[in-house]
């Protein structure tokens, strides 16, 4: 039975981590950022669900 042969592994490997990293580089730099990094505060309604407004019991689980 033939030996396998793992002399190619680390050249492969190594490629495709480089390869995995310039696509990556180029998948990120496709995207437009916003040039203000200042978080914007938006303003928070609140909605009313309909069991706000209703006396629930609550239950106490058995011993």
């Not at 998948?27 to 437009?32: C, S």
Request: proline content about 8%; cysteine-free.
């Amino acid at each position: 039975m033939p030996q396998l042969n793992t002399s190619t592994w680390l050249i492969i490997i190594i490629s495709m981590f480089i390869t995995l990293f310039i696509i990556f580089q180029m998948k990120t730099l496709a995207h437009q950022f916003p040039a203000n990094s200042q978080p914007t505060y938006l303003k928070q309604t609140k909605q009313s669900t309909p069991w706000e407004k209703k006396w629930t019991k609550t239950y106490l689980p058995l011993s």
